[in-house]
Nanobody, 125 residues
Framework: VQLQASGGGLAQAGGSLRLSCAASGRTGMSVMMGWFRQAPGKERDFVAGISFTGGSTTYGDSVKGRFTISRDNAKNTVYLQMNSLKPEDTAVYYC???????????????????WGQGTQVTVSS
């Protein structure tokens, strides 16, 4: 599975951005999708994940209530709607995928098999 993320950029605090990630390759299999982010000098942290059917979602504590993950399986695309952005949301955002039909979305980085190239999100105060 190849992942291509887009939609990053510059936003002001309190603003919004929407990230997209298009999957290609073996998209006929059940694929869980998600987003991680990595700020300079920090580890790559889980942001949000969504099951193959879209019926189950999980969010990192720092983004709950502000970010929404969704997917369109007809387009093999996952989205991350980011509202009420804060300067601490500044990071490189990575799309990730995991070969799984489970409804249990796991946040640990080790569970995710495939990674996109990352897209920069910068939030100014």
């Amino acid at each position: 599975v190849q992942l291509q993320a887009s939609g990053g950029g510059l936003a002001q605090a309190g603003g919004s951005l929407r990230l997209s990630c298009a999957a290609s390759g073996r998209t006929g299999m059940s694929v869980m999708m998600g987003w991680f982010r990595q700020a300079p000098g920090k580890e790559r942290d889980f942001v949000a994940g969504i099951s193959f059917t879209g019926g189950s979602t999980t969010y990192g504590d720092s983004v709950k209530g502000r970010f929404t993950i969704s997917r369109d399986n007809a387009k093999n695309t996952v989205y991350l709607q980011m509202n009420s952005l804060k300067p601490e949301d500044t990071a490189v955002y990575y799309c990730a995928a995991r070969s799984s039909s489970s409804h249990l979305v796991l946040a640990g980085r080790k569970y995710w098999n495939y990674w996109g190239q990352g897209t920069q999100v910068t939030v100014s105060s």
